[in-house]
T-cell receptor
């Protein structure tokens, strides 16, 4: 089956710094990728939709300037958390889908971000 | 907006027994997808089963089956012959079909923690 990777799997950073999380589709071209955030013992909340070659669309309440998303190629989307604060600590998950098949999404293993 | 409700925070079941997880949703859409995802302790999201709303037949995948009641907006998951490896958080999810503004967007329920005991 299709594989999606995320890097890093775990990152610790200091408050005020920026951290970049990568989401890669390893064996297929993903026209669309999605970024989710999951707090402990809670559900996944969609943050944004990332389309290759165009600007990401953000869900209501998600700060565009804080969570920068770049979908530079058909196999890579990046999420940069800028000026991170402890409240940004969370588990970030991406998913990728083939064009025309939105109902078939492949999830990455997630990235745990801890901001000190 | 769609809402997905899972009213059971946690369910415990013994090995080889059957457990049913409930999910209700609210939508004005006629065409959509429903999913059950499993998130084990590794936190990797795994698709368990998928149902297209226009299909009346309930989806089944080996030991997993659903009871899809469109009129009642209910989508329950039955796990038969439970195994220790089924221990995980289970999320019910909704996706509009064909909507350009919501293309591919999954709306998840709060989740049900399933614990399978020996």
């Amino acid at each position: 089956g299709a594989v999606v990777s995320q890097h890093p799997s775990w990152v610790i950073c200091k408050s005020g710094t920026s951290v970049k999380i990568e989401c890669r589709s390893l064996d297929f071209q993903a026209t669309t990728m999605f970024w989710y955030r999951q707090f402990p013992k809670q559900s996944l909340m969609l943050m944004a939709t990332s389309n290759e070659g165009s600007k990401a669309t953000y869900e209501q309440g998600v700060e565009k300037d804080k969570f920068l998303i770049n979908h530079a190629s058909l196999t890579l989307s990046t999420l940069t958390v800028t000026s991170a604060h402890p409240e940004d600590s969370s588990f970030y998950i991406c998913s990728a889908t083939l064009g025309g098949y939105p109902d078939t999404q492949y999830f990455g293993p997630g990235t745990r971000l801890t901001v000190l | 907006a769609q809402t997905v409700t899972q009213s059971q925070p946690e369910m415990s079941v013994q090995e080889a027994e059957t457990v049913t997880l409930s999910c209700t949703y609210d939508t004005s859409e006629n065409n959509y997808y429903l999913f059950w995802y499993k998130q084990p302790p590794s936190r990797q999201m795994i698709l368990v089963i998928r149902q297209e709303a226009y299909k009346q037949q309930n989806a089944t995948e080996n030991r997993f089956s659903v009871n899809f009641q469109k009129a009642a907006k209910s989508f329950s998951l039955k796990i038969s012959d439970s195994q220790l490896g089924d221990t995980a958080m289970y999320f019910c999810a909704f996706m509009k079909h064909g909507a350009t503004d919501s293309w591919g967007k999954l709306q998840f329920g709060a989740g049900t923690q399933v614990v399978v005991t020996p």
